[in-house]
């Protein structure tokens, strides 16, 4: 460490020894509870707003159903997915990412997609956004991103320093970043967006095999997005207008539906896959994966009252039924923690009985009492386990099945040997129109344009490496030495951070 620097420390004092990578076993993980920093690190940026949401402040929701149309009893024992035709209830939410409460729909932002299905084993939720892949593959990186996407401690504007310099030192973003910039970044509404699950999770059938899936709802009103211009006029003109559209569509009877794909992976494919497939940053392509329709989703149905069922609806992907539990995706197991945390912090401990919240499923368990306990708090029944007064017992049929976890533990660095580069160059070559591209160059340049011109260079370079084409006319649109741009694009990550001035 050069001489002058402070130590980073936990807020108790002790010295850390990496920001960057969460303990978990082996390079791939799961997570390890025993990553401290990690949890206090979480658990302190779960509370930093109160009672607004952390992230996903401002949305709009609605009831419907979801109804089965293929068999994927081979791969799930989940009862709500059993049988063609069977429909379970849902609520859905849909919301920006980064924004205020009080936020424009028309922000250039992700957008979350969360689902709650009422099933008769449990509530599951499913909590994605409109875009498959992530900025972030760690959840020690967490805070610290979406510390980027808020406003700056000092002035309370939005920065574009902040926005781009974490950005441009964190390369394994630039796929969800040229996503976010092209015209996908701004939906046109909630209903003419897809969702999809992002993270990779694991379904297992009766037999005790499992699978590995990721989520696809696409919308059957199409996709339709706002360009940089439209979405301008309507943040002045309009600033609610996705809430307005979904809640007027319901009225009308037009009722928003999507049809729910899967990929499939069997955990031989996943060994052998050429990306890893617990990485957030990642897609599964689709010509190795093809996607399955296995259901549609249906809202049909407004709220009553914004706060008893939109504001106080809460999501975990914690939640799980038997026949779907988590994967080692580690931003996925950052995300089984730090939810319920947050709601225990917004909501109360009670959260989880709320109307908008309460399974439909019966729920016989030993906790008791905390703030806003309005049910009959389990009455005289035992409040501890085990118990000889015929309390309920675990059952061990809903395990699932087991995978092998090994590996030192230890802050395992990135080392897959697919750069984070290559999907984000071929969705820039292979997938966008021409103007999809214009659009991308645009709505870049307008927005990096306001960063230092040395975090310019570094995240151009980043772009550069993606595609030379795509690095080159973003140079040109912001009148930097492409030969500069070039030549920081071939060195490493750390040497472009010091030439650059980190």
Not at 203 to 229: P, R, S
């Amino acid at each position: 460490m050069s001489q002058g620097k402070k130590t980073y420390t936990t807020g108790f004092g002790a010295p850390v020894d990496d920001d960057q990578n969460s303990k978990t076993a082996g390079s791939t993980g799961p997570v390890l509870m025993q990553d401290t920093h990690l949890l206090e690190k979480l658990s302190h940026f779960d509370r930093e707003r109160i009672p607004e949401r952390v992230v996903h402040a401002k949305g709009a929701g609605a009831h419907g159903y979801f109804e089965v149309t293929a068999d994927v009893t081979k791969y799930t024992k989940a009862k709500f997915l059993s049988e063609i035709g069977k429909r379970t209830d849902v609520f859905a939410r849909f919301s920006t990412v980064g924004g205020e409460k009080g936020s424009a729909d028309a922000e250039r932002d992700p957008r979350g997609f969360a689902v709650k299905f009422y099933t008769e084993e449990g509530n599951y939720d499913m909590t994605g956004n409109n875009t498959p892949v992530f900025f972030i593959r760690d959840p020690l990186k967490f805070p610290d991103f979406i510390h980027t996407q808020k406003r700056h401690p000092g002035t309370n504007l939005k920065d574009a320093d902040m926005f781009w310099d974490f950005l441009s030192l964190t390369p394994e973003s630039i796929h969800q970043v040229t996503i976010l910039f092209s015209d996908r970044g701004t939906p046109r509404t909630f209903r003419q967006m897809n969702g999809y699950s992002s993270h990779t999770f694991k379904w297992y059938n009766d037999k005790g095999e499992y699978y590995w899936v990721q989520y696809h709802f696409k919308t059957e009103q199409g996709i339709q997005n706002l360009t940089l211009e439209e979405s301008i006029k309507m943040k002045g003109k309009d600033p609610d207008h996705a809430t307005r559209d979904l809640h007027e569509a319901i009225e009308r009877g037009e009722y928003p539906s999507w049809r729910l794909e899967v990929q499939i992976m069997t955990p031989e494919q996943a060994r052998e896959y050429r990306f890893d497939p617990f990485d957030i940053t990642k897609v599964w392509f689709h010509a190795d994966f093809p996607p399955i329709t296995i259901g549609r989703l249906v809202l049909n149905q407004n709220p009553k009252n914004y706060f008893a069922e939109v504001e106080q609806s809460a999501f975990s992907p914690a939640n799980f039924v038997p026949g779907i539990a988590a994967s080692p995706d580690k931003m996925l197991q950052g995300r089984l923690f730090s939810y319920h945390d947050t709601h225990i912090h917004r909501l109360g401990p009670n959260y989880h009985i709320l109307p908008i919240n309460r399974p439909r499923a019966a729920v016989n368990y030993y906790q008791r009492d905390g703030f806003m306990r309005f049910d009959d708090n389990g009455g005289g029944t035992p409040n501890y386990y085990p118990n000889s007064f015929g309390g309920p017992e675990p059952n061990p049929d809903f395990a699932e099945p087991p995978f092998e976890v090994s590996g030192m533990a230890d802050r395992h660095p990135f080392t897959h040997p697919n750069d984070d580069f290559f999907q984000a160059g071929e969705l820039y070559r292979r997938v966008m129109t021409d103007e999809d591209r214009d659009h991308l160059i645009t709505n870049i340049t307008s927005h990096l344009c306001n960063a230092q011109k040395r975090i310019q260079l570094r995240q151009t370079a980043v772009f550069y490496k993606a595609d030379p084409d795509y690095g080159s006319r973003v140079a040109e649109g912001l009148g930097l030495d492409t030969k500069e741009v070039k030549r920081l694009a071939e060195m490493s990550q750390e040497d472009r951070a010091k030439a650059t001035g980190q």
